[in-house]
């Protein structure tokens, strides 16, 4: 079985300030590892997906995650936050056998202050 | 045009009653899901299917019915609502060889009174 914990379930931050939102993982077979957006009132949207390859990835709104095997972690990160950023934030992985169930984290609701 | 959509978005009832949601998705994917987000916004999946066929089914009470009449919609019944069952349900889509991207609709906030 896999599972999902993101260590912290508010992280506020001024406008401009890097960010970074963690995330780990358990899985005793190979994973795909995921973030996904949640903005108020709405549904979720991918941000990012590892599936092979670099370890870096990257999203088209300046976020990136760094997939650490043997830290099992998969922390997401900005350089410089906007207000546009408050949203939920949601970690999760897939099994490479059943790459249709995705188990999600807890969320972590990013605040940004003016 | 809206790729995955949920009808209704908000659902206020009593306990006891039975109520559906209903999702379609226009993105020609072959998988759908609902999912359960409950006020700590902690999600949950709850079912899925593939080309109208169930593939997940995880510990949910047996009051909870989907139904895929065909590829592009899926229907969720809910018998004897509890109060417990209040939260937002979420539907999304995929195509099952596209690992883990998942579009949600907008989700339907249900109300248990």
């Known amino acids: 079985a896999q599972s999902v914990t993101q260590l912290d379930s508010q992280v506020p931050v001024f406008e401009e300030a890097p960010v970074e939102l963690r995330c780990n993982y358990s899985s005793s077979v190979s994973v795909y590892l995921f973030w996904y957006v949640q903005y108020p009132n709405q549904g979720l949207q991918l941000l990012l997906k590892?599936?092979?390859?670099?370890?870096l990835v990257e999203s088209i709104n300046g976020f990136e995650a760094e997939f650490n095997k043997s830290q099992t972690s998969f922390h997401l990160r900005k350089p410089s936050v906007h207000i546009s950023d408050t949203a939920e934030y949601f970690c999760a992985v897939s099994p490479y056998s059943s790459a249709s169930k995705i188990i999600f984290g807890s969320g972590t609701r990013l605040s940004i202050r003016p | 045009d809206t790729a995955v959509s949920q009808t209704p978005k908000y659902l206020v009832t009593q306990m006891g009653n039975d109520k559906s949601i209903k999702c379609e998705q226009n993105?020609?994917?072959?998988?759908m899901y609902w999912y359960k987000q409950d006020s700590k916004k902690f999600l949950k999946i709850m079912f899925s299917?593939?080309?109208?066929?169930?593939?997940i089914n995880e510990t949910v009470p047996n009051r909870f019915s989907p139904k895929s009449p065909d590829k592009a919609h899926l229907n969720l019944h809910i018998n004897s609502l509890e109060l417990g069952d209040s939260a937002v349900y979420f539907c999304?889509?995929?195509?099952?060889?596209?690992?883990?991207?998942?579009?949600f609709g907008e989700g339907s906030r249900l109300t248990v009174l």
């Open positions: 999304a889509s995929s195509q099952l060889r596209q690992a883990g991207e998942l579009f």
């Open positions: 590892y599936l092979s390859g670099s370890t």
């Open positions: 993105l020609g994917h072959d998988t």
């Open positions: 299917y593939n080309n109208k066929e169930l593939i």
